[in-house]
């Protein structure tokens, strides 16, 4: 019987335990998630530093960039990061920003090339990523118990 004065321990938890060979999909997953973290931090650094002036594509200064460039350069510099946070947590919200960031790169990269150039490999790039991800979804949501 359990008294009110009786110490109760709680016994730790364990991040691997319970963790084997059946959920080889989701470890793959959460690896592919850190990766794309880091590369949207570095995509918003990246962007941050065009703002700054650090590695810009003209010498000029931000402020004499077209406005759709402006936009589009503020918009990924606060976006990637963001997604980059959202996806290291590997939280639901992280992968729905960073899928918004993928989807707005390629839409801005074929729909106005004018922005930041056109590149097709950089849109076909974040294809791959996307359809890496979904298929790791798919995978990881196989070996879930139903």
């Known amino acids: 019987m359990i008294h ?7 016994e730790p938890v364990h ?19 850190r990766a794309m973290a880091v590369a949207s931090i570095g995509k918003g650094l990246y962007h941050w530093g065009v ?3 650090i590695g810009a594509p003209f010498p000029s200064g931000f ?9 589009a ?17 590997a ?8 899928l918004t960031s993928v989807i707005s790169m390629a839409a801005v990269e074929v729909l106005f090339p004018q922005i930041f150039g056109g ?6 790039f974040e294809m791959i ?15 879930q118990p139903e």
């Open 4 to 10: 009110a004065d009786d110490p109760q321990t709680l």
């Open 15 to 33: 991040a691997d335990e319970g963790e084997g060979e059946d959920k080889q999909w989701a470890s793959w997953l959460v690896l592919f998630l």
């Open 51 to 53: 703002i700054c002036g």
């Open 63 to 71: 402020d004499s960039y077209s406005p759709p460039y402006q936009v």
């Open 73 to 89: 350069t503020v918009f990924f510099a606060v976006i990637d990061p963001v997604a980059g946070v959202g996806l290291w947590l």
């Open 91 to 98: 939280a639901p919200w992280g992968a729905v920003v960073w």
């Open 119 to 124: 590149n097709i490999l950089a849109v076909l």
């Open 129 to 143: 990523l996307l359809g890496t991800y979904v298929w790791l979804v798919v995978m990881a949501a196989r070996e």
